[in-house]
Nanobody, 124 residues
Framework: QVQLVESGGGLVQAGGSLRLSCAASGRTFSAYGMGWFRQAPGKEREFVAAISRSGGRTYYADSVKGRFTISRDNAKNTVYLQMNSPKPEDTAVYYC?????????????????WGQGTQVTVPS
């Protein structure tokens, strides 16, 4: 069992920066691939970024590529999402997720554990 707790959300101006964190419980964090997803009001949840268990492989949605960076610190059981130059369309609840097979993937159904989410708002 893995519990995930997101933090770092809030209000950020367009063009600014924000870093989200996701702290995981358990001693096997380094075995899990980690992902970030988001859900905007009235829309379905969508993939943002993913990182493999070792951090050696990352994968991004086209909409955030070049602006967002996913990283992890296995010693701290934490995965991060650095959001640079956010846009109003990035406004959403951001969720982190864990895949027990250690992959960097975009398929929501493949993830085993989910956090409760953290709100990010980028005013227009």
């Amino acid at each position: 069992q893995v519990q995930l707790v997101e933090s770092g959300g809030g209000l950020v101006q367009a063009g600014g920066s924000l870093r989200l964190s996701c702290a995981a419980s358990g001693r096997t964090f380094s075995a899990y691939g980690m992902g970030w997803f988001r859900q905007a009001p009235g829309k379905e949840r969508e993939f943002v970024a993913a990182i493999s268990r070792s951090g050696g492989r990352t994968y991004y949605a086209d909409s955030v590529k070049g602006r967002f960076t996913i990283s992890r610190d296995n010693a701290k059981n934490t995965v991060y999402l650095q959001m640079n130059s956010p846009k109003p369309e990035d406004t959403a609840v951001y969720y982190c997720s864990a895949d027990h097979l250690g992959r960097a993937i975009d398929a929501q159904r493949e993830y085993d554990y989910w956090g409760q989410g953290t709100q990010v708002t980028v005013p227009s």
